[in-house]
């Protein structure tokens, strides 16, 4: 342990199991392990040619240009158009026939979209934005549910040079207000309604909310038809879709924008705080998607079924969804609904169904799969599955386990992808055919990104040890900025260590110089002067046979200055088990000391509280700070961002009455 042992995080557990790809996978991987070496010898010409995966209009001569950092440039003499690298050249190149995307709706009905159909109505939709007035620099507010014409309307505004801001569909009226003026956004695109658990929700008067107490940038409203009935129609403003589609030409020259003209305006899901608008650009953006999402999900475009559940809201949906795939001609399936509707074997099912090989989903999801049990994921053939994906948290070693066994069927390498909004694309993961994954650990960061871990003084940790995740490299994906807000992008990213991106997590480096994602420095605990983090007692007590899912904090304590608070959700199955040893105490006590012998006493939690639901954000992620509130006896801080704030309730009053 090295001297800044008092401030840098501990490293509590070990992990010893290794899973090496199949001979098979091994020699058709896409990725080569020469990536590595080329990237070593010289990053630039990596990137350079990583670019050449795209198609320009104007070649770059220029690659990087850090003269202004922390503001990166990528590629910046080159123009192109992302619309026509993600549609028209793979129909250009004959493969127009090609399903880009398997539309499955929530009720059960579905859609086929080939690449010819999606270059036509992205088409058509530029046309009419450029109707409705939208010129390329415009900013374009889209509030839509996980349906095809959400695609869509990103590639329109792509095509046409005009940023887009997402603003995902489950959020309020307020949340939508906000995002629009923030970006001052002259239309909004959304739709009547959204399918949700069996019922029609509406969505277009959250749009007419937010804009009849403020929003004054917005002209016009594009409406598209979901779930039909009525709705409340502001006159000159408001334009069905549908309608304005019929007259719309299918042809459409895209506009041809620089490598630095921006691409979208995405605001960070909320976990620690305020919402920022985070900029990406067209060039370096795309090109770091594509290369990724090529490498790291090994994609064939011709064969495989690509799935990543993530919402078109979050910059997963953005990447991972929309640009990287189909920069990549793949064929992939975008599912309306929620993973339990109409049942909890929806999203096999839709694998089963769809043939999916490879599936991206997240350690939230993993772990409600796991509560559920397997019996549900054994009702249906996961055979085509032959790569997994993890992102959005650190994946408790068991639950990779879990996912591993009981959906990969032991047979699918899984990649835990590590990166950030801001970061644009993934940074930190195994390669497939080339990696041996270890459950838990991201490992490695790609070819072409420096990465680190560094103590409280910016200095690299030792294998063995905890501290602060950097990126040490400008990385062609990465933000150009917040919106409006230069000072706060050198002051949130840059300030911590001089000349290095500070991404705000813990991390810790094994024996063998893996990366191993601890959770956000803010929720990092200090129990009698050790630092711990908050993730490898989660994983420890995901690591027993009861657990499907835990969050850990700490709260404020008069003899240890925090004490380990773990809120634990039950695994479904084992209600017999639990009665027979002797109930919910006998729970407590048993898993007190399984944390005790997994990773010493000091990590032992002073209370165990047993739930049913955890406070989550909208995108799933554990929201550890309104926990400690109620460890603390605090009220319970701003729940604006949570997906159901009467979660809260529950746990406050399980609290009181177990004092
Ligand atoms: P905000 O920045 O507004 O608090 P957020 O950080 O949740 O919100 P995102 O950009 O969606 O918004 O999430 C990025 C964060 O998610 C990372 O900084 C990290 O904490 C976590 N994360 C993502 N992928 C992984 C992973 N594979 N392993 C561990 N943590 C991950
Ligand atoms: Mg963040």
């Not at 921006?262 to 290369?291: R, V, W």
């Not at 999916?356 to 397997?374: D, L, Q």
């Not at 027979?580 to 939690?605: C, S, W, Y």
Request: aromatic share 8%; with cysteine.
């Amino acid at each position: 342990m090295s001297d800044d042992a008092a401030t840098a995080i501990e490293n509590l557990s070990q992990e010893t199991r290794t899973f090496s790809p199949s001979s098979e996978f091994v020699q058709n991987a896409v990725a080569r392990p020469s990536l590595y070496q080329e990237a070593e010898r010289d990053r630039l010409a990596f990137w350079r040619s990583a670019a050449s995966l795209l198609s320009w209009k104007t070649p770059f001569t220029e690659t990087l240009d850090w003269t202004d950092a922390p503001f990166a440039r990528w590629f910046a003499d080159g123009t192109l158009n992302v619309a026509y690298n993600c549609v028209d050249r793979h129909v250009e190149s004959g493969h127009g026939d090609q399903a880009a995307i398997l539309a499955e709706y929530e009720d059960g009905t579905d859609a086929t979209y080939t690449y010819a159909q999606v270059k036509d109505e992205i088409s058509r939709m530029a046309n009419v934005l450029t109707d409705l007035g939208v010129k390329t620099g415009d900013r374009v507010a889209i509030y839509l549910p996980m349906i095809p014409e959400a695609a869509f309307a990103m590639l329109a505004c792509a095509r046409i040079g005009a940023p887009h801001s997402v603003v995902f569909g489950g959020f309020s009226a307020d949340a939508l207000r906000s995002r629009i003026e923030d970006a001052e956004a002259r239309v909004v695109i959304t739709a009547d309604g959204q399918n949700r658990r069996g019922k029609q929700l509406p969505l277009k008067p959250a749009v007419d909310e937010a804009l009849a107490t403020g929003g004054d940038s917005v002209e016009k409203v594009l409406v598209v038809r979901r779930t039909g009935g009525d709705v409340e129609w502001t006159e000159g403003r408001d334009v069905w879709w549908h309608e304005a589609r019929e007259d719309a030409s299918a042809e459409h020259e895209p506009v041809w924008v620089e490598a630095e003209h921006p691409l979208f305006i995405l605001y960070t899901s909320g976990t620690t705080g305020n919402p920022k608008g985070i900029i990406h650009t067209t060039g370096g953006y795309l090109t770091q998607a594509a290369y990724t999402h090529r490498n790291v999900f090994d994609i064939k475009p011709s064969t495989d079924v690509y799935w990543c559940t993530a919402d078109v809201g979050w910059v997963t949906g953005h990447t991972y969804v929309v640009y990287g795939p189909m920069a990549n001609r793949t064929t992939q399936v975008i599912y309306e609904g929620t993973p339990d509707s109409p049942h909890q074997g929806r999203w096999w099912e839709i694998v089963e169904k769809h043939k999916v090989s490879k599936f991206y989903s997240s350690p939230t999801a993993i772990r409600t799969a796991m509560k559920w049990g397997e019996d549900i994921p054994a009702k249906y053939d996961l055979s085509s599955l032959k790569l997994l994906g993890s992102v959005g948290e650190a994946i408790n070693p068991e639950a990779w386990m879990w996912y591993r066994r009981v959906i990969g069927g032991d047979r699918c390498p899984i990649v835990d992808t590590w990166w950030q909004t801001e970061t644009g694309a993934i940074m930190i993961s195994p390669l497939p055919g080339i990696t041996a994954t270890k459950p838990g650990s991201a490992q490695v960061p790609l070819p072409g990104i420096g990465a680190d871990v560094v103590d409280e003084s910016g200095k690299p940790v030792e294998n063995g040890e905890g501290g602060y995740l950097v990126l040490d490299k400008p990385w062609p994906a990465m933000l150009r900025g917040i919106w409006g807000d230069p000072e706060r992008f050198k002051e949130t990213y840059w300030s911590r260590f001089e000349g290095l991106y500070f991404a705000g997590d813990g991390a810790k480096r094994d024996e063998d110089g893996d990366i191993w994602l601890l959770g956000r420095v803010d929720d990092v605990m200090n129990i009698s002067g050790h630092r711990l983090s908050t993730m490898e007692i989660e994983s420890a007590l995901v690591s027993h046979e009861w657990v499907a899912e835990s969050a850990v904090v700490g709260a404020a304590d008069e003899t240890t200055g925090q004490a380990v608070v773990a809120f634990v959700i039950l695994r479904g199955g084992n209600e017999d088990a639990i009665a027979e040893a002797g109930g919910e105490d006998k729970v407590i006590e048993t898993l007190r000391a399984h944390v005790g012998k997994e990773i010493g006493p000091i990590a032992k939690p002073k209370r165990i509280l047993v739930v049913t639901e955890l406070p989550k954000t909208r995108s799933g992620k554990i929201m550890r700070r309104l926990l400690r509130d109620v460890a603390e006896n605090r009220t319970v801080g701003d729940t604006q961002t949570l997906a159901d704030a009467s979660v809260m309730d529950l746990i406050q009053e399980g609290m009181s009455s177990k004092g």
